[in-house]
């Protein structure tokens, strides 16, 4: 009998940027049905808008009610917007701001109810989106609130990297007030079980970064490493994760040596992405870990500048794509295998890469 296939949910994000452009190149090989079957949150009008733009004239797309009504050999779409939605093409405007949080509510809704699989977001501008309704700095935070469970975890993915962070989408100098014992110990928890159950990695290696320079220098420039991150390590030691440091991050990611481990945990958000991203940009996809769902989006943002012009790159999209269909498959692998992803091993007998 052959696996049943994966419902993938993308929303289009927000309507002026480059979401529809990266969907439509994303899923222009009929081949990709084989696997999966996309349902876009969106509008047939506002994709009709972009279609002609780009000048992407056989793009079809099969407009259904609910997730239900599925064809799994089409790109399916949900219309979640009324027809006198207006596309602006390059600008932030509350039009595009409502209309990504209005696919965004839908999808998540049947996400939490089962009905798709896995939830593939495109860019959203993190300005034009708040409101009322929406009051947090991304996805990420977003996606915590509604989970209401678990600890999530901002990761970065590329075929040879991957990044976490422990303070996100926070203004630097809020960043010391985020750095403690247990918000360290708990994205270490966080983001040991992922790579055990999302990514089947069974004795995952963690390095962890300093926050200041050099990783404090033994304490000459800052000492947060020697009373905060160290003692951290020590009781995740304890709890048999293997997550070593503290490294600077200039030397771990110059050096080549983060190649020596599974994953990378950063204090905040550029110390871990922007050499993320210099290395991988475009290939890119940024995960919500430690979720009850699975939830991934590219690594870049709405691209108003090229928007409608036909110059977006779709990789980082449908690399978006392919990991939560193999987040969910490897999940779904480990609970049928009755896997304990916090299983506790003796962190003296962990294998060591070579």
């Not at 969106?42 to 609910?66: C, D, E, M, T, W």
């Not at 048999?240 to 050096?255: E, Q, R, T, V």
Request: glycine share 8%; charged share 25%; proline share 4%.
């Amino acid at each position: 009998m052959s696996e049943e296939k994966i419902k993938v949910g993308i929303t289009h994000g927000d309507i002026n940027g480059i979401g529809y452009e990266v969907i439509f190149k994303a899923l222009s090989d009929s081949r990709i049905y084989d696997s999966f079957i996309p349902v876009i949150y969106g509008s047939s009008k506002v994709a009709a808008y972009h279609r002609k733009a780009l000048n992407i004239p056989n793009f079809s797309l099969n407009s259904i009610n609910q997730v239900e009504d599925a064809h799994s050999k089409r790109v399916n779409i949900i219309n979640c917007l009324d027809d006198n939605i207006r596309v602006e093409l390059g600008k932030s405007t509350a039009i595009g701001g409502d209309s990504a949080f209005k696919a965004l509510e839908m999808a998540v809704k049947d996400l939490k109810e089962g009905k798709i699989d896995v939830l593939v977001t495109a860019p959203i501008n993190k300005e034009n989106i708040q409101s009322e309704s929406f009051t947090f700095p991304g996805h990420t935070e977003y996606l915590q609130q509604v989970a209401d469970e678990g600890d999530a975890l901002m990761l970065m993915v590329s075929d040879h990297m991957r990044v976490g962070v422990v303070a996100g989408h926070v203004p630097i100098k809020e960043v010391p007030n985020k750095i403690n014992e247990e918000s360290i110990l708990n994205k270490l928890r966080t983001l040991n079980h992922t790579l055990k159950m999302d990514f089947s990695i069974r004795k995952p290696r963690i390095a962890v970064l300093g926050l200041n320079p050099h990783a404090g220098d033994g304490g000459v420039i800052g000492d947060e490493e020697q009373t905060i991150i160290i003692p951290a390590l020590e009781k995740a030691k304890q709890e048999g994760i293997m997550a070593l440091g503290p490294y600077p991050a200039d030397g771990l990611f110059g050096s080549d040596q983060f190649r020596n481990f599974d994953a990378i945990l950063a204090m905040y958000h550029d110390q871990g992405l922007a050499p993320f991203k210099t290395l991988t940009f475009s290939k890119g996809v940024n995960y919500t870990a430690g979720l009850p769902f699975i939830r991934t989006s590219p690594d870049h943002g709405t691209a108003f500048e090229i928007a409608g012009q036909d110059k977006a790159n779709a990789t980082s999209f449908k690399e978006a794509i392919y990991l939560a269909i193999d987040v969910c498959r490897n999940r779904r692998m480990n609970t049928e295998l009755g896997r304990n992803p916090l299983k506790s091993y003796n962190i003296n007998s962990l294998e060591q890469k070579d």
